[in-house]
């Protein structure tokens, strides 16, 4: 059996990959948010940064397949819009009006409106990323990390910008075509990574750079382009696995993990038994959207004064447990069922598994 004909069949676990995958974004920002000094490394990147490829590897697979099921781009940007607004429009304006001012009345420090004002706007339109946080007054002024009350949501203007270009794609070329345009993006993707780990400069950009997860999309979305020739076989992960950790033993080779990497996520999600976990509530998207704001709460209130950064990851993790699984069914979940009822598909929302073992469409 195919990769593609797997994932028409067959029940998967990518809503449980996804969840590990936010939970490790979190587990990743304890060390900056709680000051607990450096975090381990693998290869130049810090576990969020493996998670962050990880999520992109995947994404680029699933947005590939929402692109070529829709004939109609527009309702390829709806589907699209549905996926990450909804939750994100509403995050934004609780951390901003709800959470920062309540912290600073709590704490005495200074909040501002009109910077309250500007964050939401920023991120609310996706401008984070291209330009940069913006502080909330001195709502954080002494914490570890004193400007960023939601850091992640950077990633989501490049997130966007790689549904834009897919989409774009989609529309332009067709079939061989198609492909040959995806393989190309992975392929540039993949030099830049190339010039980067051999210029000393670059290198500590690379670490917080987009290059990284973009070429992780379109390694995911070149996957899914040749998805039927991909043997899904549990055989074919073991020389995938020795591959990846050869890799990374020999160090500033990180350009040749990503395709492994997402190979390896994609073929996993057949492999591990949590076909049903997250079928009903799939609350990995709020775990990594509100994981930050949760953190920077905890630091507030100084509990990482007084534990270990193994207590302070457990904390932060059942602390966001509750406002994402209030993201997915007051938010996310109805959005999904505008979408149906607006004949709008959504793939990467709606790959959970029937009681038949088929995807729910």
Request: hydrophobic share 50%; aromatic share 12%.
């Amino acid at each position: 059996m195919t990769l593609g004909n797997a994932f028409a069949t067959r029940g998967n676990s990518l809503n449980a990959i996804r969840l590990f995958l936010a939970a490790c974004v979190i587990i990743s920002h304890s060390w900056h948010i709680g000051g607990y000094g450096p975090e381990p490394e693998l290869i130049g990147w810090n576990l969020g940064r493996w998670a962050l490829i990880g999520f992109f590897g995947i994404s680029g697979y699933l947005v590939t397949m929402s692109r070529l099921a829709h004939k109609s781009s527009m309702r390829y940007v709806q589907a699209r819009a549905l996926r990450i607004l909804p939750g994100l429009w509403v995050c934004v304006p609780v951390v901003a009006f709800v959470i920062a001012p309540t912290t600073a009345a709590l704490t005495g420090r200074l909040y501002s409106i009109s910077d309250a004002a500007e964050f939401a706007m920023r991120n609310s339109l996706l401008l984070a990323g291209p330009l940069g946080p913006r502080p909330i007054g001195e709502t954080l002024t002494g914490m570890p990390d004193g400007q960023l009350w939601d850091g992640p949501l950077w990633t989501l203007f490049w997130e966007a910008f790689c549904y834009l270009v897919v989409g774009i794609c989609g529309a332009v070329f067709r079939h061989e075509t198609f492909r040959l345009a995806i393989s190309l993006l992975f392929a540039i993707g993949t030099t830049a990574l190339i010039v980067i780990s051999q210029v000393e400069d670059l290198r500590p950009w690379d670490s917080n750079g987009p290059v990284a997860p973009l070429t992780a999309f379109f390694a995911g979305a070149m996957v899914f382009c040749f998805k039927n020739r991909v043997t899904l076989r549990v055989g074919i992960l073991v020389p995938l696995l020795i591959f990846s950790i050869l890799v990374t033993i020999i160090d500033l080779l990180n350009f040749l993990i990503i395709l492994p990497l997402t190979l390896i996520l994609l073929l996993i999600a057949f492999v591990i038994p949590l076909q049903k976990f997250g079928s009903k509530f799939d609350i990995s998207y709020g775990m990594y959207i509100y994981g930050w704001p949760v953190q920077q709460c905890l630091a507030l209130a100084g509990i990482q004064l007084v534990s270990p950064a193994s207590v302070f990851i457990v904390i932060s993790l059942w602390a966001t447990l509750p406002l994402a699984w209030l993201s997915c069914a007051l938010v996310e979940r109805p959005a999904r069922r505008f979408g149906r009822r607006s004949h709008v598909y959504c793939p990467d929302l709606e790959l959970t598994p029937t009681r038949t073992g088929r995807l729910s469409e």
